[in-house]
DNA sequence: TATTGCATATTTATCAAATAATATGCAATC
DNA sequence: GATTGCATATTATTTGATAAATATGCAATA
C-alpha cells in the first residue's frame, strides 16, 4: 500500500480509535496501547500499530519510540478536520448509492453492470458494496440475474413502520425472562448520557449523538439475551443511521430531552424496575417518532 | 453445462416447478406455460425451459412439440424419487456447514482457508455460502480476516428466544395499524390448510409441511404492510426450516391440529375480527412452542 | 391471441498466479 | 510485568481474458 494511505481495515481502526478515546474523554497525554486497542476493535495489533503511526502523521497522537502512542490533545477537543480519516473505495460508492437511492435516482431493479455503468469502480468493490447493503436488508438479489431494492427508511411511511417495529420489540426486550443488564456497560452508557445531558453534545458531531443513541438502544436488546431479538434492532439502528445523519442532525433541546429520558430508563433498570422501564421506553420511542417523523425532513414522500 | 446437469438456477426452478404444481394440487395433463411460471418465480423463460426439459427427461413432465410441457401425473401422486432435482455445490456445502455446526463439530470462529481444507471447493463456493449464512444471520466476518459463527436456534435456550420473538411480533402484525389481507393469497392459504387438515398431509413431506406453515406466518407478516416487521419474520422462518427439519418433521397429530388452528385463524383475519385473530396467534405459538421444545429434539443442549 | 422455440444481446461466473494484508509470536525495552 | 517493534506465517484480494448463463425479443404455431 502506498505511503501515507490505509487500507479500508486499518482506516476504520484509526476511526474507532478516535471514537474510543472521545467516548472516554480521554485527556492529552493518555496512553494508547496496542492490545488493549486491538482486542476492543477486535483485530490484531498489526492494523493498530498502522492506524496509529498515520494518526501521528496526522498530528492527533504523538509517538515515543518504545513507549508508544500518547494522545496529542484531549480526547474532546480534536478538532474536526484532524480527525478526519479518508474514507476506502467501498465507503464512497456505498455512500453513493445510499444518496442516490434516498434521491430515489434509482430504479427499483437494476444490474450490477449498470450500476458499474454508472458509478463506475470496480467488480470486486460493487460486489462488496451491494453484500453490505443486502446484509442491510435493503436490497435482495433476484432469482437469476440483478437485484431488487427493498423500501429503505426513507419516507414518513417507513419510518412509522420502523418505529412500530420498536415500539413493540424494545419494551418486550426489557420484560423478557432472561433480561440482565451488564453493571460495566450500564456504568459507562450513564457516563455517555451524562456527559451528554450535562452540555457534551458541543463537543460532539452529529454522527457521534447517532452512535450513542444506537448504544443505548442496543445495549437494552443485549441485555435481552436473546440474539434474534438483538439482530434485529442493530438492524434498525443500520437503517435509521443511513437516513438520520442527513435528516434530523440534532436539536439541541431535542438532544438534552432524548438523553435525560435515557438516564430515567437507565435508572430504572439499575433498580430492576423493569415495568416502569419498559413504560418509560415506550414513551420515549413514541416521543421520539413524534419528534423525527415530520415530512420536512424527507426529500419526498413515498406513496 | 454437460448434458444432463443443470445450473444452480435451473435446480432451483426445477423444484419451484414441481412445488407449485403440488401446493396446487394440479392434476395430469395440466399445462405448465413457460412465462406464466417465468414470472411466478421470479426468472425469464431461459432457465425455466431448461428445468422443463429437464423434467420431462426424468418423466415428470410430458413434452408436445410447439404445444409446451404438461404434467405427466397428478402433482401430489409424483413420487418421491421422481421429483428429487440434484442439489448444486453451493448447496450441499451450505448443509455439510449446517449439519457440522448444528453437531458442534466446528469452533465458535474460523477461517475461510480452515473451511476450505475441511470441506473442501472453491473459494467462490465457500464466499457464497458465508454470505448467505451471514445473511441469515449465524454467522459474522470479523474485523480483519476470519468469521465468528453466532448462536443459531440449535438449543433449547435459542428455540425459546426465537418463540419469544415471534410471541412478540406476529400478533402485532395482525393488530397493526395498516394490516389489510390479500383476498387471493388468503384464499391460497385456506386451501392448502383446508388440504392439509383433511388428511392431505398423507401426500406430504415434512419439508412441504415445514414450507406450508412458513408461508402462512410470513402471508401474516406481509399484509401486516410493515417490510421491517416481514423481513425479521422471514429470517425467523428460514432459522426454523433449518432445525425443524432435521427435529419436528411431523407427527401427524400435530399436523392437524396446527392446520386447524391456522384456519381458525384465517376465519377470524376474514372477519376482520383482528383482536380475535391476534389472540388465537399467540395461543397457536405458545403450543407449538410447547410441542417442538423439547430437548429430546436437540443433539446436546447448549448452555 | 396466447404460447412456444429459438436467436441475439447482456450479464455474470470462473480461473490461478501474483500481490497485499492480517494474525501471531517474541526478544528488546520501558 | 506489561508493552513495543519487528519478523514470520497465514490468509485474503486482485486481475482480466475466457466461458457460461440469463434476459429478452419475435416469427412461427396451435
Redesign the interface.
Known amino acids: 500500500m502506498a505511503a501515507g494511505t490505509l487500507t479500508p481495515?486499518q482506516q476504520?481502526?484509526a476511526r474507532e480509535i478516535i471514537a474510543l478515546a472521545r467516548r472516554e474523554n480521554r485527556p492529552a497525554g493518555s496512553h494508547l496501547p496496542k492490545i488493549a486497542l486491538a482486542k476492543a476493535?477486535?483485530?490484531?495489533h498489526n492494523?493498530v500499530e498502522a492506524a496509529l503511526a498515520y494518526l501521528a502523521r496526522r498530528g492527533v497522537v504523538r509517538h515515543l519510540p518504545d513507549r508508544g502512542y500518547f494522545l496529542a490533545r484531549d480526547a474532546r477537543l480534536i478538532d474536526d478536520a484532524a480527525r478526519r480519516v479518508p474514507h476506502s473505495g467501498d465507503e464512497r460508492l456505498y455512500h453513493r448509492i445510499v444518496d442516490a437511492r434516498l434521491e430515489q435516482r434509482l430504479p427499483d431493479e437494476t444490474t450490477a453492470s449498470a450500476l458499474l455503468r454508472r458509478f463506475g469502480g470496480t467488480r470486486a468493490t460493487l460486489q462488496r458494496v451491494l453484500?453490505r447493503i443486502?446484509?442491510e436488508?435493503w436490497i435482495e438479489r433476484?432469482?437469476?440475474h440483478g437485484w431488487a431494492f427493498?423500501?429503505l427508511i426513507d419516507s414518513v411511511e417507513?419510518y412509522e413502520?420502523?418505529y412500530?417495529?420498536r415500539r413493540?420489540?424494545e419494551p418486550?426486550a426489557v420484560l423478557?425472562?432472561k433480561f440482565s443488564p451488564v453493571t460495566a456497560e450500564l456504568a459507562a452508557l450513564r457516563a455517555e448520557q451524562l456527559f451528554m445531558a450535562g452540555g457534551g453534545h458541543a463537543h460532539m458531531t452529529a454522527g457521534e449523538w447517532i452512535d450513542l443513541n444506537a448504544r443505548f438502544h442496543e445495549a437494552l436488546a443485549r441485555w435481552s439475551?436473546?440474539?434474534?431479538?438483538l439482530?434485529?434492532i442493530r438492524?434498525?439502528n443500520q437503517l435509521r443511521r443511513l437516513v438520520e445523519y442527513r435528516a434530523v442532525a440534532g436539536d439541541p433541546r431535542l438532544r438534552a430531552r432524548q438523553s435525560s429520558e435515557h438516564l430515567e430508563i437507565l435508572d430504572a433498570v439499575e433498580r430492576d424496575d423493569r415495568t416502569r422501564a419498559a413504560l418509560l421506553l415506550q414513551r420515549h420511542l413514541e416521543g421520539a417518532r413524534r419528534d423525527k417523523v415530520q415530512p420536512a425532513h424527507f426529500r419526498r414522500g413515498r406513496p
Open positions: 481495515l476504520r481502526v476493535i477486535g483485530t490484531s492494523p453484500t443486502q446484509q436488508g433476484k432469482a437469476g427493498l423500501p417507513a413502520d420502523s412500530e417495529l413493540v420489540l418486550a423478557g425472562r439475551g436473546n440474539p434474534f431479538l439482530h434485529t438492524r434498525m
